[in-house]
């Protein structure tokens, strides 16, 4: 069964072209590893300093695939350049917390 998922998050515009410009050449090993987890149809849109992701889950074991992928090296270097270019969503989202997500209402395929 597939699992959708919508979040967002913020960047600081003193960061933004970093960040764009990080992910108009993402790492091989970081997208093969999202695959590996079973992630597939990943986006990310920008607008202003509002980030906005989706993706669907199509494994067996969501926090198993997610452990697995926070192991990674390359995917972990790969958040220590972009971690620092965002912040959350919410004003009142908990320290380190960035990305949050929302909850699905409606879909059609």
Known sequence: MTRRFGMACRVLPEKREEYLELHSA????????ITECGIRNFTIFVRGDVL????????????????????????????????????GFDDDAPEGVRWQEFDEVWHLD
């Open 26 to 33: 993402v790492w091989p090993q970081v997208e093969a590893t």
């Open 52 to 87: 906005f992701g989706y993706y669907e889950y199509i494994g067996e074991d969501y926090d198993a695939d997610q452990a697995k992928m926070a192991e990674d090296p390359v995917t972990r270097e790969w958040w220590s350049r972009t971690d620092p270019c965002q912040y």
